[in-house]
């Protein structure tokens, strides 16, 4: 389990995921069905993006989305 306490924490655990695939953005993209535009803006941190399209390129890379309360 990877904490994510950012758009940078998720940029560095998605990059690293797709690397250690030996997977190109362009790879990813055409694997999730999302662009390759949208893996570099991920991959960047950027912090806005798409939910549907996030979790597409996180199933894609075996990772997952979850959501846990903080104690």
């Known amino acids: 389990l990877t904490p ?8 560095h655990t998605v ?3 797709r690397k ?3 997977l190109t953005q362009l ?3 055409e ?3 999302v662009s390759e535009r ?4 991920v991959e960047a941190g950027k912090g806005s993006v798409q939910l549907d399209k996030l979790c597409a390129l996180l199933d894609a ?3 997952e989305l979850s959501v846990a309360v903080k104690r």
């Open 4 to 11: 994510i306490g950012d758009a940078v924490d998720l940029a």
């Open 15 to 17: 990059e690293t995921r």
């Open 20 to 22: 250690a695939m030996g």
């Open 27 to 29: 790879d990813a993209a």
């Open 31 to 33: 694997l999730s069905g």
């Open 38 to 41: 949208f893996v570099r803006a």
């Open 61 to 63: 890379l075996g990772l």
